[in-house]
């Protein structure tokens, strides 16, 4: 390691070139091995910038646009008739996106479909996350019967088709936004199981959890107070995705017609009635296709970025 | 080998927790709907006595732990009763949906390997060119385009537009393979979509760590071609992750292609739990959820074994 003598940048305490930074110091020269093993470089961020902005804005927009449904002015209401059916865009706030196939404003009913939509992902995915954390934690804590449990429990969840057990469920409860919201969290509930007790079991074993054990803490205390807190990152980084999932499946069990009932506007069950009059007006079923597809591309975004941040996943994907 | 028929018998096992909870919870689950088979059969003009006598004739009248243990003992015989309407044996209805189920996820899967391996290949040589970012991009566009969305899409494109294909229907292949095929290749196309952007990331960022390995390294030192290189020590080791996807792929192919089958009116597996569900035909929703739980253990103790398959380090425990 003789080095042409340069005088290294002023950093840090003394001027010692061992350990991470001299690892870190790029090679100028020499083969591609490496004689030190080789450290994990920080992952570059595979997010591009414009993407993660374009994916914020587009999000805030939908969030505020679906909370002042009622108070954005011009703006009619889902159901009100304003026109003929299939009318082109025009320039008013109601005809902006045209209308639908019975004449109603197409902006109004992705509006307040967002609202359905958007509900109902974020209160499934807390659903998910309660059953999720519980189970999950449990699991990974206590092990044995516990986890042998959280494994039977995620494994019978996710051996069945998502969208089957979801017709079944959803026809036990019944087809309301309630019924709905809750199957869906039961639903996504293996995922958050299985992630959450993976990273239970690897943070039980780590020193601050021996530390707080010989401090004298409690099973429950070790598990709010110091393991909670380290799977904030790790869960952080699914829930945008599980969220793009949940708006996904919502939309599909309007496909199938098996969503919220009719008057309400959904995605889904716009991207249906479209699918019906497609052949002679493709603009209609366009606005719900565009609108559902940005707002899952912005969910996943928002996720990918999350977890290249937290580096979670990585090398997969 | 004996350790691998250990390691099957394990697993098998292990399958039998799962598959009675997923067949006790779709018993329940049918048993908490609203409505009784007789009043499925006999519609709403039927009088409370008509409903009843029916409901005693197929033996609903029982507690459903009862018509549990007895549908556990006809089918550990291989006998999973008659279907609600029809009256057809289950057994013969539930072996030709799965025909066209298992054909179009086989083609699909065939569609998406054949795309997605090349382009990987192609992106993973020159990671960070031009290609590579255009197919990231692509790829995860296509990831967030829902499975209705992509129907319609599809439909929209290779139906109205350039009518290649008839809107939908289904013809068995034994009437003549070249009109099973006009009916086959759109939903197979359908479906391949989504499988084959989820193939060509995990190659992709797979195959790039492996030739980032010093064997690759030593490989090009002995001066093999690229080409060769690729195949030959690039491969191999790349493959493990995508014969999980490649499980979880066919996993999600056999059960979850409800929406590709109800749009394009394919007579599938999907299709018939979708019917089977809003009709209540409970021998019907057992049967599929039985076969949906083997296909995932099996498929699983497929993935297990073809690991130490690929990876002689990886033992079969």
């Known amino acids: 390691m003789t080095s042409p003598v340069t005088t290294p940048p002023a950093s840090g305490p003394g001027d010692r070139t061992q350990g991470i930074s001299a690892v870190n110091t790029p090679r100028r020269f020499g083969t591609s091995l490496s004689l030190v093993p080789r450290i994990k470089q920080r992952r570059p961020r595979k997010v591009h910038r414009g993407m993660l902005w374009f994916a914020v804005t587009w999000l805030t927009l939908l969030v505020l646009a679906a909370v002042f449904a009622d108070v954005i002015p011009g703006l009619p209401d889902y159901s009100e008739k304003i026109g003929s059916f299939a009318q082109p865009p025009d320039l008013s706030v109601a005809g902006l996106l045209g209308t639908d196939g019975v004449g109603r404003s197409n902006l109004s009913r992705i509006i307040y479909g967002a609202r359905v939509s958007l509900t109902i992902a974020v209160v499934s995915t807390l659903i998910g996350l309660v059953i999720g954390l519980?189970?999950?934690?449990?699991?990974?804590?206590?092990?044995?019967?516990?986890?042998?449990?959280?494994?039977?429990?995620?494994?019978?969840?996710?051996?069945?088709?998502?969208?089957?057990?979801?017709?079944?469920?959803?026809?036990?409860?019944?087809?309301?936004?309630?019924g709905i919201t809750v199957a869906l969290g039961v639903v996504i509930a293996d995922?958050?199981?299985?992630?959450?007790?993976?990273?239970?079991?690897?943070?039980?074993?780590?020193?601050?959890?021996?530390?707080?054990?010989?401090?004298?803490?409690?099973?429950?205390?070790?598990?709010?107070?110091?393991?909670?807190?380290?799977?904030?990152?790790?869960?952080?980084?699914?829930?945008?995705?599980?969220?793009?999932?949940?708006i996904v499946v919502e939309g599909s069990l309007s496909f199938l017609g098996y969503g919220i009932p009719a008057p309400t506007p959904s995605w889904g069950g716009m991207i249906a009635a479209g699918a019906d009059i497609m052949r002679q007006f493709p603009l209609v079923i366009l606005w719900p296709v565009a609108t559902l597809f940005l707002t899952v591309l912005s969910f996943n975004t928002v996720g990918d970025y999350l977890s290249s941040r937290t580096d979670m996943r990585e090398g997969k994907l | 080998m004996n350790a691998t028929l250990r390691a099957v018998g394990s697993r098998l096992l292990y399958g039998i927790p799962v598959l009675i909870i997923v067949t006790l919870g779709a018993a329940a689950l049918m048993d908490l709907m609203p409505g009784s088979p007789g009043q499925a059969i006999l519609g709403d003009t039927a009088t409370q006595a008509q409903v009843d006598a029916i409901n005693a004739q197929l033996g609903y009248d029982q507690p459903f732990i009862v018509?549990?243990?007895?549908?556990?003992?006809?089918?550990?015989?291989?006998?999973?009763?008659?279907?609600?309407?029809?009256?057809?044996?289950?057994?013969?209805?539930?072996?030709?949906?799965?025909?066209v189920t298992a054909q179009l996820?086989?083609?699909?899967?065939?569609?998406?390997?054949?795309?997605?391996?090349?382009?990987?290949?192609l992106a993973a040589l020159r990671a960070g060119k031009l290609l590579d970012r255009v197919l990231n991009f692509v790829t995860s566009a296509l990831l967030s385009i829902p499975s209705f969305v992509n129907v319609v899409l599809v439909s929209l494109v290779f139906v109205i537009w350039l009518k290649w294909f008839p809107a939908t229907g289904w013809v068995p292949p034994t009437e003549g393979l070249a009109e099973n095929l006009k009916y086959a290749i759109l939903p197979a196309l359908a479906l391949s979509i989504y499988e084959a952007a989820f193939f060509y990331r995990i190659i992709r960022s797979d195959l790039t760590g492996t030739l980032r390995e010093d064997f690759i390294l030593v490989a090009r030192a002995k001066g093999l071609?690229?080409?060769?290189?690729?195949?030959?020590?690039?491969?191999r080791p790349s493959m493990t992750s995508l014969v999980t996807v490649m499980g979880l792929a066919l996993g999600r192919l056999l059960g979850g292609a409800v929406i590709v089958e109800y749009f394009f009116a394919v007579p599938g597996l999907g299709a018939e739990a979708v019917n089977a569900v809003s009709i209540k035909d409970m021998p019907m929703i057992q049967a599929i959820v039985t076969v949906c739980v083997l296909a995932y253990v099996l498929i699983f103790i497929v993935v297990d074994l073809a690991y130490a398959w690929i990876d002689p380090r990886v033992s079969v425990r």
Do not use: C
């Open chain 1, 134 to 178: 519980v189970v999950g934690m449990l699991g990974g804590y206590y092990r044995r019967g516990a986890e042998a449990f959280a494994n039977v429990l995620a494994n019978t969840l996710s051996a069945l088709p998502p969208l089957l057990l979801l017709l079944a469920l959803v026809s036990a409860i019944g087809a309301s936004l309630t």
């Open chain 1, 191 to 246: 995922l958050y199981i299985r992630v959450t007790k993976g990273a239970v079991i690897a943070a039980s074993n780590r020193e601050y959890v021996l530390a707080a054990r010989a401090l004298g803490a409690g099973d429950v205390r070790i598990m709010v107070k110091e393991i909670l807190p380290n799977l904030i990152p790790v869960l952080g980084s699914i829930i945008p995705m599980a969220m793009a999932i949940m």
């Open chain 2, 67 to 99: 018509r549990y243990f007895d549908w556990v003992v006809h089918a550990l015989q291989g006998d999973f009763g008659q279907t609600l309407f029809t009256r057809e044996p289950v057994t013969d209805v539930l072996m030709r949906r799965l025909a």
């Open chain 2, 105 to 121: 996820a086989l083609m699909a899967l065939v569609f998406a390997l054949v795309v997605a391996v090349p382009l990987a290949m």
């Open chain 2, 225 to 235: 071609p690229r080409p060769r290189i690729l195949a030959r020590h690039a491969m």
